[in-house]
């Protein structure tokens, strides 16, 4: 760990574990109920899990988001940030925030706008939250030593995830106009400006892990994102098909939603390439795993299976199915949930000086019963979603009937989710027995910058396991 200020990282990272663990309490009590045994139904009705399930996955994904870009922007700019403790407020801010909306969700306190459920009061605490939070990264790069294309594209990305929430606090007496905007702020997040992050962390991880120039990866970091991003905007498209808006959707969805593939398809190669480019084994070779299957499996979930369902004629029968369902869980865990775990995994051993996560077996067993929990969950979504699509929108059956009709795939759903489960839980444990962040750096006297661990009077702790 370079700076002091990097310290804040771990806050982040150890609240987005806490929440996903509760995201994957929600998710189980929603597959039960698929199943039939919906017996919290009483006190977490269905829609209740379902809208607390989907909050705390973008929390999680945005505190990891928060935590890697603590722990970047001062790295990449060569200072502290400018005003730490302001960092801890914030987290405090998102928090709260966070456990408001979790408990007002089960006394129905919300919008009732699917992915924008939290009500009005909160969305203004979640703005000044975030603006803070720019403010500092802000504020951190515009007084740094030095501004890389790294960090630009990783605060360009944050900052247009801030801008983009906006509309979504807008109120509309049309439902078409409400759908339509909403979109602006659920799609051009996680197909558009989120890209634009992963393409920031993902070239930071791939500088510090493959030893390959940083001019070299940073020259296709602009291509990769810039395409990335021009497909995902137009994209949006693929929404547009069935709530009354001008037909020309069906043409611009359609062919951007199936370009989208491609720049997913290029960040793998850009990150196997660079990859093999630097032909150096890394001391934390665990990182690297996370990392290149962030790339992979982004490109599977976000991009292949996406483009399997998002034509019109095909999204004709899909949309508001299993189909979805299959796509997205997949497409977040690839691109964005992987991405989070890759960020920690290089970045935990650095905070707390302990090489745990470098070596653990536990760690690797990790990465693997996770990749083939989610694998095997987006196959249980599909089977179950092909049968809902044919019962269902082909058939003409009834809904609830088709719901009994597919509750067996969904035994197969938990166990597959159990093997996820089992795999956060063991990154869990290896997070834990890592410590705290070191304590004992002490910088140069006032007046002379920073330097790094041989230069700041550092004591790392013995290592452990």
Not at 93 to 107: N, Q, S, W
Not at 219 to 226: A, M, Q
Not at 271 to 292: C, D, E, F, P
Not at 332 to 354: H, I
Request: proline letters at 3%; glycine letters at 12%.
């Amino acid at each position: 760990m370079k700076f002091q200020s990097q310290k804040v990282a771990w806050l982040f990272f150890a609240t987005s574990l806490v929440l996903l663990a509760l995201q994957l309490v929600y998710g189980f009590i929603m597959g039960f109920a698929h199943m039939g045994y919906d017996g919290l139904h009483e006190w977490i009705p269905f829609n209740t899990a379902r809208a607390v399930h989907t909050n705390l996955l973008v929390v999680w994904i945005l505190s990891g988001f928060m935590g890697a870009a603590y722990y970047i922007i001062p790295e990449e700019t060569d200072r502290e940030l400018i005003a730490p403790k302001l960092a801890y407020v914030q987290w405090a801010a998102l928090v709260i925030v966070g456990v408001i909306a979790i408990v007002g969700f089960h006394f129905n306190w919300w919008e009732g706008r699917k992915f924008l459920e939290i009500p009005r009061p909160l969305d203004f605490l979640v703005v000044v939250d975030v603006l803070l939070f720019i403010f500092l990264i802000g504020g951190t790069i515009w007084k740094g030593k030095r501004r890389t294309t790294t960090s630009l594209v990783l605060y360009f990305g944050l900052l247009m995830a801030a801008l983009l929430y906006l509309p979504g606090m807008i109120d509309f007496r049309s439902h078409l106009f409400d759908s339509y905007y909403r979109w602006w702020v659920v799609h051009l997040w996680v197909e558009g400006v989120w890209e634009l992050i992963m393409g920031g962390l993902v070239a930071f991880l791939l500088i510090k892990l493959t030893g390959v120039d940083r001019e070299i990866i940073e020259k296709w970091l602009y291509v990769v994102v810039g395409f990335t991003f021009l497909s995902g905007i137009l994209g949006t498209g693929h929404h547009y098909y069935y709530i009354g808006a001008p037909k020309y959707w069906l043409m611009v969805g359609g062919i951007f939603s199936a370009l989208e593939p491609l720049a997913f398809l290029g960040m793998a190669m850009y990150g196997i390439a660079m990859a093999r480019k630097g032909g150096r084994k890394h001391s934390n070779r665990l990182a690297l795993v996370w990392t290149l299957g962030t790339c992979i499996m982004s490109f599977v979930g976000a991009g292949f299976l996406g483009f399997a369902h998002t034509l019109p004629q095909v999204n004709l029968y899909t949309h508001g199915t299993l189909v979805t369902a299959m796509h997205g869980h997949m497409a977040f865990w690839g691109a964005y949930g992987m991405l989070v775990f890759a960020c920690m995994a290089y970045m935990l051993p650095e905070l707390t000086g302990r090489p745990l996560f470098k070596h653990s077996k536990i760690s690797e067993w990790a990465f693997w019963t996770s990749t083939i929990g989610m694998i095997a969950m987006t196959g249980a979504f599909a089977v179950a979603g092909v049968a809902q699509v044919y019962l269902e929108r082909m058939s003409g059956m009834d809904f609830l009937d088709v719901q009994e009709a597919i509750e067996v795939h969904f035994f197969g759903l938990v166990l597959a989710a159990s093997l996820f489960s089992l795999g956060i839980i063991l990154f869990v444990v290896d997070f834990w027995r890592s410590g705290l962040p070191l304590g004992g750096i002490t910088l140069k006297a006032e007046g002379l910058p920073a330097g790094g661990a041989s230069d700041v009077g550092l004591e790392a702790p013995e290592a452990v396991g």
